[in-house]
């Protein structure tokens, strides 16, 4: 499985961005999927997770009320829709999946992530 993440950009803070994560490969093996996010000088952070079915979704604290996790098994792509973006949101973005699970798996840690994308630079500005 091939993860390939875009979307990312400049925005000034209060704007939005949409990223995109679209999977090759044997994307029938993919169960849940998620969003990390790694500001420059800090360690990798987990952003939001969706599982299979979509029934199951947890999100940080801080971006819980500013992003939506989705996604669309039919085009094997994961989206992350940021609103209301702070300078603090600055970052690479990443994403992930598992390769083991059901319907309702998330990934919520790293190590729940078998596949990463090659990430996706998000800069705020104020």
């Known amino acids: 499985v091939q993860l390939q993440a875009s979307g990312g950009g400049l925005v000034q803070t209060g704007g939005s961005l949409r990223l995109s994560c679209a999977a090759s490969g044997r994307t029938f093996s993919i169960y849940g999927m998620g969003w990390f996010r790694q500001a420059p000088g800090k360690e990798r952070e987990f952003v939001a997770t969706i599982s299979r079915s979509g029934g199951r979704i947890y999100y940080a604290d801080s971006v819980k009320g500013r992003f939506t996790i989705s996604r669309d098994n039919g085009l094997n792509t994961m989206y992350l829709q940021m609103n209301s973006l702070k300078p603090e949101d600055t970052a690479v973005y990443y994403c992930?999946?598992?390769?083991?699970?059901?319907?309702?798996?998330?990934?919520?840690?790293?190590?729940?992530?078998?596949?990463w994308g090659q990430g996706t630079l998000v800069t705020v500005s104020s």
């Open positions: 992930t999946a598992a390769k083991t699970g059901n319907h309702l798996s998330t990934t919520t840690t790293m190590d729940e992530s078998d596949y």
